[in-house]
């Protein structure tokens, strides 16, 4: 018998007491799920900005994914979300791996293979496996999602059509689209980085590193710079779970010279709810509306 996942509420939330749920088929619905968060966002076409916003904590247990669990309960409880007129559902998935294949080297009937090789391992037979084509830089991202979350979603959703998008390809669209195509772009979660540097508007470098402490974040940024013989003042560009005051940024700062947090993706708007958000931190999941 499954435990039950209880007393979830959010760890951040912004709401504009404007949103009427009788606009939702008006409005886009961004998700963005991972091992450790489920976060969402909601685009309300007929004021033409960001309304709502909540994030949440995924508590898992050793090897057991609590992913599928939470969304049950989160769902169960909230006063919306399992609306399904929505006008369109982006769901983007921070994968536990995937990678980038360029176009002339990619076959569709090897993409297990291709996720084997960057996992180090075979992928679990619960995954499934998708690609996404990075069309701006003639790459194909492979990546997976377990099928039981997939397939939950769909039938969440069965009037709306579920493409997954990796959140790696939401994140390039939005420096793309934003014109900051240039130098290192760094994305943190709580215990991985990816590494992302473009040269000339060109892509050159995308990679993704586990680590346990501050130094061995700082050790995979150091050792990437040195590969690709960047100076310490390449522009560096922060993304997801940072902030000025913690050991990370204390850390990264001692050693680059020109970084800055990013801000909100510059071709959407945002209701006036969302000036004190902390831009950076949400950047993927809003600029997975750019893919649409």
Same mark, same amino acid.
């Given at each position: 018998?499954?435990?039950?996942?209880?007393?979830?509420?959010?760890?951040?939330?912004?709401?504009?007491?404007?949103?009427?749920?009788?606009?939702?088929?008006?409005?886009?619905? !961004?998700?963005?799920?991972?091992?450790?968060?489920?976060?969402?966002?909601?685009?309300?076409?007929?004021?033409?900005?960001?309304? +709502?916003?909540?994030?949440?904590?995924?508590?898992?247990?050793?090897?057991?994914?609590?992913?599928?669990?939470? !969304?049950?309960?989160?769902?169960?409880?909230?006063?919306?979300?399992?609306?399904?007129?929505?006008?369109?559902?982006?769901?983007?998935?921070?994968?536990?791996?995937?990678?980038?294949?360029?176009?002339?080297?990619?076959?569709?009937?090897?993409?297990?293979?291709?996720?084997?090789?960057?996992?180090? /391992?075979?992928?679990?037979?619960?995954?499934?496996?998708?690609?996404? /084509?990075?069309?701006?830089?003639?790459?194909?991202?492979?990546?997976?999602?377990? /099928?039981?979350?997939?397939? +939950?979603?769909?039938?969440?959703?069965?009037?709306?059509?579920?493409?997954?998008?990796?959140?790696?390809?939401?994140?390039?669209?939005?420096?793309?689209?934003?014109?900051?195509?240039?130098?290192?772009?760094?994305?943190?979660?709580?215990?991985?980085?990816?590494?992302?540097?473009?040269?000339?508007?060109?892509?050159?470098?995308?990679?993704?590193?586990?680590?346990?402490?501050?130094?061995?974040?700082?050790?995979?940024?150091?050792?990437?710079?040195?590969?690709?013989?960047?100076?310490?003042?390449?522009?560096?560009?922060?993304?997801?779970?940072?902030?000025?005051?913690?050991?990370?940024?204390?850390?990264?700062?001692?050693?680059?010279?020109?970084?800055?947090?990013?801000?909100?993706?510059? /071709?959407?708007?945002?209701?006036?709810?969302?000036?004190?958000?902390?831009?950076?931190?949400?950047?993927?999941?809003?600029?997975?509306?750019?893919?649409?």
């Amino acid at each position: 018998m499954e435990n039950p996942v209880l007393n979830i509420s959010p760890s951040f939330e912004i709401k504009d007491d404007r949103f009427d749920t009788n606009q939702i088929a008006d409005c886009h619905l !961004l998700i963005e799920v991972s091992r450790d968060r489920f976060r969402f966002t909601v685009y309300n076409t007929l004021h033409d900005v960001i309304m +709502w916003l909540e994030d949440y904590h995924v508590f898992s247990l050793l090897n057991e994914n609590q992913l599928l669990k939470t !969304l049950k309960t989160v769902y169960q409880e909230h006063q919306f979300l399992a609306a399904n007129y929505w006008k369109t559902i982006r769901l983007s998935v921070n994968a536990n791996h995937f990678t980038l294949i360029p176009d002339e080297y990619y076959e569709a009937d090897e993409v297990a293979k291709y996720l084997n090789f960057a996992a180090g /391992k075979n992928v679990s037979e619960r995954e499934q496996i998708f690609d996404f /084509k990075q069309s701006r830089f003639g790459a194909v991202c492979i990546f997976g999602i377990e /099928k039981d979350t997939f397939a +939950w979603f769909k039938e969440m959703y069965p009037a709306r059509k579920i493409d997954p998008v990796p959140v790696i390809g939401s994140l390039i669209e939005g420096i793309v689209q934003d014109k900051n195509n240039d130098g290192l772009h760094l994305y943190f979660e709580d215990y991985y980085i990816t590494i992302i540097y473009f040269k000339d508007a060109k892509l050159h470098f995308c990679n993704r590193f586990h680590f346990r402490t501050s130094q061995d974040m700082v050790y995979h940024v150091l050792f990437v710079m040195n590969e690709l013989g960047l100076p310490v003042d390449t522009p560096t560009m922060f993304y997801g779970e940072i902030t000025s005051f913690s050991e990370r940024y204390i850390q990264l700062t001692q050693s680059l010279s020109d970084v800055k947090f990013a801000l909100n993706p510059t /071709k959407i708007r945002f209701s006036q709810y969302f000036d004190d958000l902390p831009e950076h931190r949400y950047y993927t999941l809003f600029s997975s509306f750019y893919l649409y």
